[in-house]
């Protein structure tokens, strides 16, 4: 979603603010900007389209400065224009860029018409430039015009505004949308994530909820949401610098795809102790709320929803606690009754998704006995805001479409249910024994590219498509209709195979390509039913199916067939084919597969 990057400092910004908001590509967006301050005078250029749009446009005009900010946004209210582009400027003075949705944008609109203030764009965001204006004669400092300002907000906001009469100065404020200052040696940076700011600085601060901050080259000066003075703490960064280099791949989705078993062996790395989960993987109070959890609420959206519904069937088979499984912007906006010892999971690959932190904020007022968050991104809003952090080690994700994200925190997940287990006085060697095999087996899942590459050409003509799992690959039938539709823009369904004859059936013929999950476990036998039903009504069927499980190519069906892996671990393997299946197929149709249409990477406003 929009992504934010700012910089006072002695030397020219231009370059840094660029070389951010290109790391910040990844989250999806469409235009960009930039407002630079120099000697006085206030440049803007902005683009539509890509950050090299913007780039090409700013080495035209030939501006600089020595403080400045930028954005790209995704649009939410105005279309994709220049002019609805951020930063937004009052009166040629000060400039200002947003993350997030201001909710009472009309009424403060109406109030600062009346007062004189002429309106260029159709955003939320350029009342708070204006708002800041009009306070800015009121108050001594922009610092405080922007404390008063934000008093005034109702909504979500990261914002960073800067007066080309003070430029030695940046000011900065959060609620809801997330900012992150970096230090420097006699400069200074904010972003809205740490990964835009690496190649300038490893030293950050994370806002809180409600804090505003005065930046200078030289100072940082943060107060609370009160209004009161606060020090934050100073964290170092190891995360990897390297977020821009495809390597030898075609798109980052691929990369992602085939970095998954290491992905898997870093998540593992030091967290198994001989046949038991290591006791501080979950960290230091995790043993005690293990033993008394008697019921899971795990909360996520999109594909981290989908492996929390994996989730559900693991915890209830092997860890012998109950668990729901609900979508975030569901679970925040009614009332749900909270079981006896109950752990509350948020799953999130940037830990930053709106509605999971909101979903979270709202479980932490309602009685939970803890919060527990598995998550990619350390330092992001759900690790700092959940009582236990389970870390997937996956490394950055690019794509917008979720992969490896998607494979570890499965992974954390299975540690979780073998923790909980344990803790139960349940025999657990089973799932880590299981879990050792993983990298390899996702391995061997990966050597199937080439035959579904030939696959994927049968679905390049198709406008629909069916996937089928039955028990713990229903959900992984949904993530894979997930990414299908995600990236190819074919629209694909996920059923529970059982419940196909309650009414799918009706949309069975030649044109719906119909993907099965089956592995060999004890539903196989009610999953070639399932099959043979579609099939009497002409359907075409693509089977990724376990060797032994007697599925046979013929004019009606094309088996794939996937190595044999234990049940247990079996969602995480099949997910690998249909990742490729999806990739492949959204080659053929020539969309954008890193950055698809409409969709954001992180989605940090409701
Ligand atoms: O960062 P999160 O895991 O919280 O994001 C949740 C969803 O927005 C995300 O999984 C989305 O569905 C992906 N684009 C799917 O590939």
New binding site residues.
Partial sequence: MCGIVGAVAERPVNRILIEGLKRLEYRGYDSAGVALSEAGTLNTVKAVGKVANLEAAVAESGVSGHTGIAHTRWATHGGVTEVNAHPHISNNEIALVHNGIIENHESLRAVLKDDGYTFLSDTDTEVMVHLIHQLRQQHNSLLDSVKAAVKQLEGAYGTVVFDKANDNEIIVARSGSPLVIGLGLGENFIASDQLALLAVTRNFIFLEEGDVARITRDTVEIYDINGEPVEREVVESNISQDVSGKGEYRHYMLKEIYEQPMAVRNTLEGRLDGDRVSVDAFGDQANQIFKDVKHVQII?????YHSGMVARYWLEQYAGVSCNVEIASEFRYRESFVHENSLLVT???????AD?LAALRLAKEQGYMASMTICNVPGSSLVRESDLAFMTKAGAEIG???TK?FTTQLVGLLMLTASIAQEKGRDQSVIVNAIKTLPNKLEESLNMAEGIEALAEEFADKHHSLFLGRGSQYPIAMEGA??LK?ISYIHAEAYAAGELKHGPLALIDADMPIIVVAPNNELLEKLKSNVEEVRARGGIIYVFADKDSNFASDDTMRVMNVNHVEDIIAPVVYTIPLQLLSYYVAVIKGTDVDQPRN?A???TVE
């Avoid at 996520?300 to 981290?304: F, L, Q, R």
């Avoid at 799953?347 to 998704?353: A, F, H, K, V």
């Fill in positions: 996520a959206c999109g594909t981290s799953i999130s690959q940037s830990g930053e998704t999971t917008v479409a979720s994200a997930l990414k995600e969709l990477k992180s989605v």
